[in-house]
């Protein structure tokens, strides 16, 4: 618990609250200067506002989100205060912005963490009415040559207009009544500051009836929830023991049979693809025996486009060097570091369904473009995927031999036209 002047007690407060587990206080007086700042761990209802009441009387209870809590109404009911709440929760930023902006004035240290938003949202509660509490003063001055200081400043914030307040504290003044102290002289006190302590006590007083009554309803209705509860805690332990008188191995051995259903269902699965694929392996090695018998086969690979990506993809699985002619699907598709990796590997033709010569642009011819539809070609799948294709020629002869009378009739094709 902080007290920051001597005389800490203001007539006229604004109070931030930042409400919760630990509630965090600061006060202000009337010229922003801050008199008090404490946070309280789970303190109760009655400690805040009897703590708040002795510090004198707050005007304002601010907080720092658009949304205020429950506490903060009822302890503003409470005070006869009003709430201060920004149009939208303040950010970090602006939480700091605005405490640094009042801790230039202040010499302290150490700061708790609610007593910096308690503190934050007393500033900008402040800022917002300080405009008004400025021409306040300049008015009473322009009015009547004086000031007349927090009791007017009071009367506004409460909703009354300056001129009326002006009136109201006037009249006050001219009425004046003497008291006499035992053992001394008369002091005669205005008679308004009289009325203003028996309306404080007579407001005080109702306070507290208000505060008891609620507190008793408060009461009533938590003993009512108790009651409920027992009696939720009552069935669910009826509730309970029936299921656990249940046949629990009966529920475990169900459980079990789940299991191994769902178990078998997936095995199932994985046994009919793996012998989907065992008879396309079977296929393809009876395929390749008699290609390789006879000496004519050629595997060709698939490649997607001429792109170094897709190219990549294919090298990865199967390395494309060592073939002399690869199948792609778009050859249009292509980039420049793709057809050069390409020509490393030493492909020399490229087999498409749709070949074109946009495929052999370029400053020279890179590769031979075959047409797949006048070549025998039989795609190559597995797992209903294709991976590449398989060229059976009809005549036994050697490769390159093939390759070179093929190349030779195409470029002769390519010249007459």
């Known amino acids: 618990m902080n007290c920051l002047k001597k005389n800490r007690v203001s007539k006229y407060l604004i109070v931030g609250v930042d409400p919760g587990d630990t509630t965090g206080l600061a006060i202000l007086n009337l010229k922003g200067e801050l008199i008090f700042k404490t946070q309280l761990r ?5 400690a805040v506002v009897q703590l708040i009441s002795k510090m004198g009387n707050p005007l304002i209870i601010a907080v720092d989100k658009k949304n ?6 009822k302890v503003a009911r409470i005070l006869n205060s009003q709430i201060y709440a920004p149009k939208k929760d303040l950010s970090k930023e602006e939480k700091l912005e605005i405490f640094s902006e009042g801790l230039n004035s202040l010499k302290i240290n150490k700061w708790g963490q609610h007593e910096k938003d308690a503190y934050t949202a007393a500033r900008k509660a402040y800022k917002a009415y300080k405009n008004l509490l400025e021409r306040i003063d300049i008015h ?5 040559g004086k000031l007349y200081g927090d009791e007017l400043k009071a009367a506004v914030l409460r909703g009354v207009s300056i001129c009326n307040a002006i009136a109201k504290l006037e009249k006050g003044k001219t009425r004046k009544i003497s008291i006499q102290r035992r ?7 205005p008679l308004q500051d009289l009325e203003l302590k028996l309306k404080a006590k007579e407001a005080e007083i109702e306070r507290l009836r208000v505060e008891n009554k609620n507190l008793v309803s408060e009461m009533n209705a938590l003993k009512e929830k108790i009651n409920t509860y027992l009696y939720q805690i009552e069935e669910f332990k009826k509730q309970r023991n029936q299921r656990i008188s249940k046949d629990r191995e009966l529920f475990i051995r169900d459980m079990k049979i789940k299991k191994l259903i769902e178990n078998f ?13 065992l008879r396309e392996l079977k296929l393809l090695v009876q395929k390749l025996n008699e290609a390789l018998n006879k000496k004519t086969i050629v595997f060709v690979p698939l490649i997607e486009n001429l792109t170094l990506e897709k190219i990549h993809a294919v090298n990865e699985r199967l390395p494309i060097k060592g073939f002399t002619m690869v ?3 778009n050859p249009l598709v292509k980039d420049t570091d793709g057809v050069n990796f390409l020509r490393r590997t030493g492909v020399k033709a490229i087999i498409s369904n749709h070949p074109s010569k946009k495929t052999e642009t370029g400053k020279r011819r890179r590769f031979t473009i075959l ?14 995927k294709t ?4 060229y059976e020629r009809t005549k036994q002869e050697d490769l390159k031999t093939w390759f070179k009378k093929y190349i030779k009739k195409y470029r002769e094709e390519k010249w007459r036209n």
């Open 42 to 46: 789970k303190p109760s209802f009655p």
């Open 68 to 73: 205020p809590s429950r506490v903060v109404y």
């Open 140 to 144: 009473s001055l322009e009015k009547k």
């Open 183 to 189: 053992g001394g002289k008369p002091k005669n006190l």
């Open 265 to 277: 269902k997936k095995v199932s699965k994985e046994n009919i693809s793996l012998k989907k694929t």
């Open 327 to 329: 199948y792609v699907k």
């Open 371 to 384: 047409d797949a539809n006048k070549l025998n070609l039989e795609p190559l799948k597995i797992n209903n």
């Open 387 to 390: 991976v590449g294709y398989i």
